[in-house]
Nanobody, 127 residues
Framework: VQLQASGGGLVQAGGSLRLSCAAS????????VGWFRQAPGKEREFVAV??????????YYADSVKGRFTISRDNAKNTVYLQMSSLKPEDTAVYYC???????????????????WGQGTLVTVSS
C-alpha cells in the first residue's frame, strides 16, 4: 500500500490543523493506520492509531495528545485523518502516517511494527 501524507503547515499555539493520509494499492479497510511524529534530534514517537475494520476500528492515542487530537478514517475515500486542536509548540515535528495489516494491540505504539510509511508532513507550532 502506498501512503501520501499532507496537511502540515505553520500554526500558532492554540490553533488547529488537519492532516490527511491517502492510501492506494490495497484494500484500505484491512490496514491499521497510525500517525507518528519526529521532532529534530528526537526519536520517532507514536501519536495515534486507528485499527483496521476487522479489529473494530478502535482508536488509541499517546497520552501527550489525548483529548486534543482525533484520528478518524474514511474507508470509502481510503483516507485517514488526524485532527489536531489546541496545538502546542512541543507538537512541532514531522508527522508520518504508517499502515500495517497484521498489527496486534501490544505493539501498536512501536514504529517497527508498521510495514508501510508515507513521506512526512511538517507541522510547526509557534508560541
Amino acid at each position: 500500500v502506498q501512503l501520501q501524507a499532507s496537511g502540515g503547515g505553520l500554526v500558532q499555539a492554540g490553533g488547529s490543523l488537519r492532516l490527511s493520509c491517502a492510501a492506494s494499492g490495497r484494500t484500505f479497510s484491512n490496514y491499521a493506520v497510525g500517525w507518528f511524529r519526529q521532532a529534530p534530534g528526537k526519536e520517532r514517537e507514536f501519536v495515534a492509531v486507528a485499527r483496521r475494520s476487522g479489529s473494530g476500528g478502535r482508536t488509541y492515542y499517546a497520552d501527550s495528545v489525548k483529548g486534543r487530537f482525533t484520528i478518524s478514517r474514511d474507508n470509502a475515500k481510503n483516507t485517514v485523518y488526524l485532527q489536531m486542536s489546541s496545538l502546542k509548540p512541543e507538537d512541532t515535528a514531522v508527522y508520518y502516517c504508517a499502515a500495517d495489516s497484521s498489527l496486534i494491540l501490544s505493539t501498536i505504539r512501536s514504529p517497527d511494527q508498521y510495514d508501510y510509511w508515507g513521506q512526512g508532513t511538517l507541522v510547526t507550532v509557534s508560541s
